[in-house]
T-cell receptor, first 109, second 115 residues
């Protein structure tokens, strides 16, 4: 089976940097995704990692260590609109995606 | 490209009633998923289709939930009879088949309230 852990809540200040961690235990691994979900809306894709290392995409970066079962999402130059839930999801066997419960990020002025 | 379409957007029913949700995935996406998202939790996979075949329905409560994707495009999810604990957002998503890097594209979901 799959087990995915993320912190429940985080708070950060506008303009700052925040790192959201995700640890996972899976029976099969075909990549790790990060999604952003604003309240009342559907999740939207942010990043994908399948090899170890850092993937950078504008203000957002995502890191993966397969040997440690660990990933993080790094958000730089935080903006108020970044207040949302951030979901870590692992793609396992047969393309099945299993989600963590999400980290609710609150950005304060 | 047009996104994933879902209807209805909201539904309120009494327990023991039945309800059905409809989903139309992105054109060309052979893989379709139904997820249940309870408030404060992440999406939980109910069923995954590839074309019109079921890939995974291990977490679908089959005594009350059913889903079909007859022509490999649109899909319907049905609950009969509904229970209070079925109150949740039901999300449909689609992705390209055979590409593990293909992200899930979600519809806006159906918010179900069972009273």
């Amino acid at each position: 089976g799959q087990n995915i852990d993320q912190p429940t809540e985080m708070t950060a200040t506008e303009g700052a940097i925040v790192q959201i961690n995700c640890t996972y235990q899976t029976s099969g691994f075909n990549g790790l995704f990060w999604y952003q979900q604003h309240a009342g809306e559907a999740p939207t894709f942010l990043s994908y990692n399948v090899l170890d290392g850092l993937e950078e995409k504008g203000r957002f970066s995502s890191f993966l260590s397969r040997s440690k079962g660990y990933s993080y999402l790094l958000l730089k130059e935080l903006q108020m609109k970044d207040s949302a839930s951030y979901l870590c999801a692992v793609r396992g066997n047969a393309g099945k995606s299993t989600f963590g419960d999400g980290t609710t990020l609150t950005v304060k002025p | 490209e047009a996104g994933v379409a879902q209807s209805p957007r909201y539904k309120i029913i009494e327990k023991r009633q039945s309800v059905a949700f409809w989903c139309n995935p992105i054109s060309g996406h052979a893989t379709l998923y139904w997820y249940q998202q309870i408030l404060g939790q992440g999406p939980k996979l109910l069923i995954q289709f590839q074309n019109n075949g079921v890939v995974d329905d291990s977490q679908l409560p089959k005594d009350r939930f059913s889903a079909e994707r007859l022509k490999g495009v649109d899909s319907t999810l049905k609950i009969q009879p509904a229970k209070l604990e079925d109150s949740a957002v039901y999300l449909c998503a689609s992705s390209l088949a055979g590409q593990f890097s293909s992200p899930l594209h979600f519809g806006n979901g159906t918010r179900l309230t069972v009273t």
